[in-house]
């Protein structure tokens, strides 16, 4: 493997020099006022060691990345009874699909379409106060990142929570099914906030170190989930961590990953490192335009591909 | 790592101790006929060595395993053009499912779901006789296992021509699309060929050891695909190997694997092992009971899941 | 055409000594309550008279037979522009199904489904406030059927409005897609009021006589909508009124209908009479299953269905 | 009424004038070379009276419009015992859609999309050759119009053989669910025969006339069907004939129709007259257009509407 510091300043160069930098998200408006230009990756070696590029250090909006941290959130306090509430299969559909809620009786097909994370963090909601489990939240990802500068943008989470009929719509109808136990505006209060995290690709890639290193945050020495649950989240993230470009990522990638709206991705090489990245254009699927190619380069010229050398 | 021989003794015993050995697929009358008790195991890793248990050397019915084979062919006919008539995305659906076909105006998601696989021997067909293509296909599987004596099954095949309904819609649906180039009943004479190939345990891990040891056979020294090609190849297994039981078999295995309505699962421990089982019982989403749990206890056991040790 | 309050009176009989009434709605909590044994027949002809059985004047709640009326208003007030927002066609799904407006984006297919009432209701809201806009509805159906005492039962309403988790999907999903100009809670509370009216089979049948009468209230003289415009309110409760059981209620019974949840059906006999009936038992459909018989055996035996004699 | 002889060549006239004629359906090539400037009206008295205007003596393919003599034909041989292949909903979705078919395990909605036509087809087909089903399709055709000259157009019946992918999809799908009892080439042979049959505006009108006359045709004397069945075929055709446009249809004709893709329509006036159209240009819901132009302007004017006056 060729030097790693030397890689991230390379696909930096060459990313940052492409005219087609996809298109910003325009549905949430405090979004779509990001520069385009912006462009940062960060990757953690399981030795904890540090190596970055770009806006790096650049605190932007995580959006549905958030939903690796609250599953592991989740899991920790409802164990396996959460999959009573949520799948663990590819949805097939557009991330706020509502038609496979309806043929499945209110039960999302996974925790990382927005339906599936709304039910997840109803369950962190449960015998709390909405800003009860926002702080629940916030203090969990400190933790993991080790950093307790991180906070909500309430700009950001206000914002969605004027508009985001979508995610109303989504709550609503699992609560027609008895599938949340919350009143869609409090449980919804809770998951505007979790996406409205601010954090840097730094901040993101210690956050997700624990999923590349058996469960446990080397830098820290905290154990985090338990070596099995790592290797299920990992799963999880390869086969749902993109909507319906989830079968893309893995193909182009060959890495687990969640990808958000506001143009970062959380990718894990097992046993190698955790990578963030962050390029504010979408494509077609919703995923980080830029962000998909600079994993995709990573993967292949460092050979951290899941599926072969 | 344990012991690997000991290991798949342990894997035999336990499981064909177990009353639940599911059921046997119906809708194929040939296949409806074979014995819920067969088990056999057969691992091969990188460096050639064989481990062995159950009924590892009778030749079964491999079904849709045999998909990954016809794929990795017409790749080599066709190079990335095949990704025209064939998405690359996880259904979110069912094996058989016309549904999406219509959504999708005629185009399947994947190369693993019938109507892809059926797109894909579609395009093997181009230039041949449905004769010829069989041929083909048959030498194709004979040379990747390094064993001639591997022959299809024509009572199996003509079975599914004559009960294959489900398949002759997908096939006519897609030709109203213009998605086939071929007359229904040649490209599906030559798919029903294909599913009735007939091999064992040990014979179908060899014919997948290339996609273990990136993408040459590493035990005839013959090159089948490219380094990044067999890469891409487990990343398909992965997404889309198991209809839409795929998520849970990341989940609990965490492979790339491809399973067959005759029982049969090939899954990849890339840079490891090629790994076949052969259990008849199939699960609700119709991939063998036993097989998948075998699967579950080697990966667990061996920490070959690409997901973490 | 044998007596007609004769017929009443034997239709009333036969389907009172019934054992299978159908299953009362239980998911608004105020209908559940409902006695199954209620029963009630009105026809009114178009020269005014009336004939009645059973239960005739005893207030139900209407539901959604209320659709016809706010229709009717809402055309007087924005005339063909409302079919901007909602179509004219069958829907295929059940009466609160997604689905299709996922797939056409958000526009309900007609003004019977919730979703297309919801629609219409909005646009009565247009310029008013809550309370205002259910003020309108519930003085014009006082004026459609000259009967002042007709009012909203608050306890359904209220009950409705902390239930009806369904509606508030469909009407923030409207919302996602613009359709709305309001938000659910002001839509969905006029909705839920208008739903609420509390109205008896001879009041019903009051209402609905301009439908029969070429758009004329043949009682009080008022002129309510043009002939043209009756024909075509027809026409849709033909089509659309009776949800995924429309083409059933055309079959059997041939009248233009349209029917609620509490039981009730308001049915027109172009050029002879207007008809309501109410019992509150519903088929698997959520249509007034003795409702629906009463009205078979009076088309047949009056040869008013629009079919033929 | 004004005088329907001078209403007829009032509407020819103007609808012959207009520029949009809708377009000719191109996907039977044997039909995609017909002169889109056809137009042909006839409408038969239920006391036999004729009045024709423009291309009404011109026979054409009536295609689905065959459906409803189809469906009488079956009806007589096998009773209601036919409604367990075919339900009496409207679809609502596209003629020739199989996303219902998998959804309700390939029961087709009703008589009138082609999955319930080729249902229907399949009943008639029981116990004959297919040779022998056409010949008595045809026969039943000359005996409704009192015509011995009425014939299938072969070219036609051979190019949608050749072509029909779709049809044979919808035919292999409901197989699949054994809901046909002979081989799709069989049922389908039948099927594009009886599309094919060539008739003009006269010939349909006449055929159609027990419709409008409760069962029996005044003219020849005969007696075709129950006047309770001829209701409820006409309330089929209200709810079922133009497709997804049937609501369309319903709300600007009033008058139970079914159209055909050769651009016919056959409308029944009950208690009236049995109108045919013919004008081969389409709309978007595979309608005639400029037909059901002239039939809105019929209804209009003669006040034949079912809804009113």
Redesign the interface.
Known sequence: MEDLQALLDDIHTTLSARDDKGKVATYIPELARIDPAHFGIAVIGVDGTEYMAGDAELPFSIQSVSKVFTLTLALGKHGDSLWNRV???????AFN???????EKGRP??PFINAGAIAVTDLILSGHKPREAIGEIVNFVRFLSGDDTITTDQAVAKSENATG??N??????M??FDRLDHP?EHTLGVYFHQCALAMSCRQLAHAGLY??A??RNPVSGSSVVS??R???I???M???GHY?????F??RV?L?GKSGVGGGILAVA??KASIAVWAPGLNDYGNSLLGTAALEILA?RTGW?????
């Open positions: 799948g663990r299969e590819p949805s097939g559909t699909s509502i038609v496979q809620l309806e043929f097909r996974n009929f979508r109303f719509a989504l709550a609503q109808f609560r027609s869609a999923l590349a058996n469960g070596r099995e790592a290797r299920r990992n799963a999880l390869m086969m749902c319906d470009g989830s079968g893309e893995a193909y060959g687990p097992p046993g292949k591909s899941v599926f072969g050398l």
